[in-house]
């Protein structure tokens, strides 16, 4: 009986020490709930030997930090300045980094190593920014700097992550853009870098912004700032002033072509063009059937073809009768297309129209035939037959309804099947809009007075009008003081972008690193403009000098 007692507890002992262990088991691999997340890169707790060293003689280096890390990219993000022949050996123990020399070092040379984004914490990725470990193998350590600020020139916003890159005049021509620059820093969020412990010298500068960092200069759409003139650096020197821009491509190419799902050609071009022009070569007989749309800005086109009965099709693109590049697509001679009639509307997001406004129809295909009869316009639940649709003399996607609008009625305007026919005998199904007319108290008009720096009328200024939204509403090039009339904007805040238009071309023209050639100045002018609801302002824009660039 005892027997029996005794192995009983120890049963149940026995279970109730595995249901502690699997309690605190899976306790201990839960995630703290609750409290802020942790924003701190890793911290440096020691350094041996220690950072700025003199007399360095060490045949490696150990850094522990506070935390557990590790090492990203570091073959792309860890640079030393002066380079060594033999890379350095990198290996993580624990929360430090031992690096070892497998190069002698040179006598009386001060060694930066930058580490870049190199050091992640493991836990949440956050990355300590311009770390450098610095060390001299003489008594003097290069201790002169450069600090200074990148700018976008589009958007006039300080940049941050951006990289700045330092290349000595001896090492520019043979670096930029094939290698990576020993020197260089990460821009903050304010837009500010330092480069340090730099030694005398004459030196060339750069700032970098890439989707894809490896600090080298080599894709057109990557923006790119620097300074015409070489740095001579005798004392510490701030204020450097760096302008990011995209660089027009030297030569035109067509970056995307395809077919798309209805049938239609899309291309994509890497620069704007001023008068382009378009040609079928092949098949033959077929280019005169060609229906073209190219883009508002000039750099995509999109071509429509009644025949689509070939497996290969050869285009080629001009520039004010010049030609450009010729591109060959294939597709499958019976593929088969979908296509579905979509129509768009000159209608705001809140369903209205501007008072006084035509009501444009913007179909997604270009239309061969079109029947009013079948479109029915109610007014309040009251079918309204005193309308006109027109099709637009350039482009055949466009249509102009017009009515005699009226305020505080609900409309409905419904096109019934068979009501458009595109080129490729396809009707549209039942297609319906709701709307009704904005209110004209929503709407309000400025009057700009606009001075500019040079009265001689030989300088040009593109004058831009942004929304809240930075999006340009409205462009104008002047030449001479003038007043600008905005009348029935919608209500809400606007500011003016100034393109120095030098070339007098009427737009903005990009820069050139090789030539050396900077980007057309821009500048935002910093005062809101305030167009109140049914009011008419004025106010002024005074054009500021052009500033001299280094």
């Given amino acids: 009986m005892a027997l029996k007692l005794k192995s009983g507890f120890f049963l149940q002992l026995l279970v109730?020490?595995?249901?502690?262990?699997?309690?605190?088991?899976c306790a201990s691999i839960q995630k703290p709930m609750g409290g802020p997340r942790d924003r701190t890169p890793p911290k440096l707790l020691?350094?041996?030997?220690?950072?700025?060293?003199?007399?360095?003689?060490?045949?490696s280096i150990k850094l522990d930090f506070d935390e557990y890390f590790k090492l990203s990219s570091q073959y792309q993000e860890i640079t030393m300045s002066p380079a060594?022949?033999?890379?350095?050996?990198?290996?993580?123990?624990?929360?430090?980094?031992?690096?070892?020399?497998?190069?002698?070092?040179?006598?009386?040379?001060?060694?930066?190593?930058?580490?870049?984004?190199?050091?992640?914490?493991?836990?949440?990725?956050?990355?300590?920014?311009?770390?450098?470990?610095?060390?001299?193998?003489?008594?003097h350590i290069d201790s002169l700097s450069i600090s200074g600020t990148v700018t976008n020139t589009q958007t006039q916003q300080k940049e941050k992550d951006a990289t700045v890159m330092l290349f000595t005049l001896k090492q520019d021509s043979l670096l930029f853009g094939k290698k990576k620059p020993a020197?260089?820093?990460?821009?903050?969020?304010?837009?500010?870098?330092?480069?340090?412990?730099?030694?005398?010298?004459?030196?060339?500068?750069?700032?970098?912004?890439?989707a894809s960092p490896n600090k080298i200069y080599d894709n057109e759409n990557e923006l790119i700032a620097f300074l015409k003139k070489p740095l001579h650096i005798t004392k510490d020197t701030s204020n450097i002033q760096l302008t990011l821009f995209k660089q027009a491509p030297e030569s035109f190419r067509v970056v995307s072509k395809n077919f798309d799902p209805d049938g239609k050609m899309s291309f994509v071009f890497n620069m704007p063009l001023t008068d382009p022009g378009v040609k079928i070569n092949y098949p033959p007989n077929i280019d005169d059937q060609k229906l073209v749309d190219f883009s508002r800005t000039k750099d995509s086109a999109q071509i429509y073809l009644r025949n689509m009965d070939f497996d290969s099709i050869s285009v080629s693109f001009t520039d004010k009768g010049k030609p450009l590049d010729t591109v060959y697509l294939r597709k499958g001679r019976k593929e088969a297309f979908t296509r579905t009639i979509n129509l768009t509307y000159n209608i705001n997001n809140d369903s209205k129209l501007k008072p006084g406004a035509d009501l444009n129809i913007y179909v997604n295909s270009p239309i061969e035939s079109f029947d009013p009869s079948r479109?029915?316009?109610?007014?309040?639940?009251?079918?309204r037959t005193?309308?006109?649709?027109?099709?637009?003399?350039?482009?055949?996607?466009?249509?102009?309804?017009?009515?005699?609008?009226?305020?505080?009625?609900?409309?409905?305007?419904?096109?019934?099947?068979?009501?458009?026919?595109?080129?490729?005998?396809?009707?549209?199904?039942?297609?319906?809009?709701?709307?009704?007319?904005?209110?004209?108290?929503?709407?309000?008009?400025?009057?700009?007075?606009?001075?500019?720096?040079?009265?001689?009328?030989?300088?040009?200024?593109?004058?831009?009008?942004l929304n809240e939204q930075k999006v340009a509403m409205r462009k104008d090039v002047i030449t001479k003081n003038t007043t600008l009339n905005y009348k029935?904007?919608?209500?809400?805040?606007?500011?003016?972008?100034?393109?120095?238009?030098?070339?007098?071309?009427?737009?903005?023209?990009?820069?050139?690193?090789?030539?050396?050639?900077?980007?057309?100045?821009?500048?935002?002018?910093?005062?809101?403009?305030?167009?109140?609801?049914?009011?008419?302002?004025?106010?002024?824009?005074?054009?500021?000098?052009?500033?001299?660039?280094?």
């Fill in 16 to 25: 109730l020490l595995m249901a502690v262990l699997v309690f605190f088991g």
């Fill in 46 to 59: 020691l350094a041996t030997p220690l950072n700025e060293t003199r007399n360095f003689k060490a045949t």
């Fill in 84 to 139: 060594l022949d033999k890379a350095l050996e990198f290996k993580v123990k624990g929360k430090s980094l031992l690096i070892n020399f497998k190069d002698t070092l040179q006598k009386n040379t001060t060694y930066v190593i930058n580490f870049g984004k190199a050091i992640v914490d493991v836990n949440e990725g956050n990355v300590l920014k311009n770390f450098t470990y610095v060390f001299s193998t003489g008594p």
């Fill in 183 to 210: 020197i260089y820093a990460t821009t903050d969020s304010s837009g500010n870098f330092t480069l340090g412990n730099l030694h005398d010298g004459d030196y060339r500068i750069y700032a970098l912004k890439e």
């Fill in 375 to 383: 479109i029915i316009l109610l007014e309040d639940s009251v079918s």
């Fill in 386 to 465: 005193n309308f006109t649709l027109t099709k637009d003399p350039v482009s055949a996607k466009k249509f102009t309804l017009k009515y005699r609008w009226r305020q505080l009625v609900k409309y409905q305007i419904a096109f019934n099947e068979g009501t458009f026919v595109n080129i490729y005998g396809d009707k549209n199904k039942r297609l319906v809009k709701n709307f009704s007319i904005d209110k004209p108290e929503n709407y309000g008009s400025i009057a700009l007075k606009v001075t500019v720096p040079d009265s001689t009328g030989k300088s040009s200024y593109v004058i831009e009008l």
């Fill in 488 to 550: 029935d904007y919608p209500a809400g805040k606007y500011q003016v972008r100034i393109t120095y238009d030098t070339n007098g071309n009427g737009r903005w023209d990009s820069g050139n690193v090789k030539k050396k050639l900077y980007p057309e100045q821009i500048v935002l002018i910093p005062t809101l403009f305030t167009l109140r609801p049914n009011w008419e302002a004025e106010d002024t824009v005074e054009v500021p000098k052009e500033v001299a660039t280094p």
